[in-house]
């Protein structure tokens, strides 16, 4: 059984932390595991990407550049996405899902590139 078991949110002030979990099972012939997010009434957003073959530089969508990181314990089959200096406008629900890197679809990423979604756990930034 496929699963893509993301967890960690919650409620949280502005400038503060959290630290999101996906827990990887049952899921093969995939290079990466992404985080995506999508807030009420926008699109969804790729957020960041760890390839889990050749290793190389992760993916990270200029609005949270700095700010997040994305990290992997193989031993486990986690991926994380270490939040900082969160901001109002990072409050969604925040998706992993397994596939592709990037690179290769531009804006068209997420349509395309993703084998697998797992359910979302919702941030919220607010005072």
């Known amino acids: 059984e496929v699963q893509l078991q993301a967890s960690g949110g919650g409620l949280v002030q502005p400038r503060g932390s959290l630290k999101l979990s996906c827990k990887v099972s049952g899921v093969k012939d995939y290079d990466a595991i992404s985080w995506f997010r999508q807030a009420p009434g926008k699109e969804r957003e790729g957020v960041s990407a760890?390839?889990?073959?050749?290793?190389?530089?992760?993916y990270y969508a200029e609005s949270v550049k700095d700010r997040f990181t994305i990290s992997r314990d193989s031993a486990k089959n986690v991926v994380y996405l270490q939040m900082n200096n969160l901001k109002p406008e990072d409050t969604a629900v925040y998706y992993c899902?397994?596939?592709?890197?990037?690179?290769?679809?531009?804006?068209?990423?997420?349509?395309?590139?993703?084998?697998?979604w797992g359910e979302g756990t919702l941030v919220t930034v607010s005072s």
């Open positions: 760890i390839d889990i073959t050749i290793g190389g530089d992760p």
């Open positions: 899902a397994a596939g592709d890197m990037p690179w290769n679809y531009g804006k068209l990423w997420g349509t395309y590139g993703v084998d697998y």
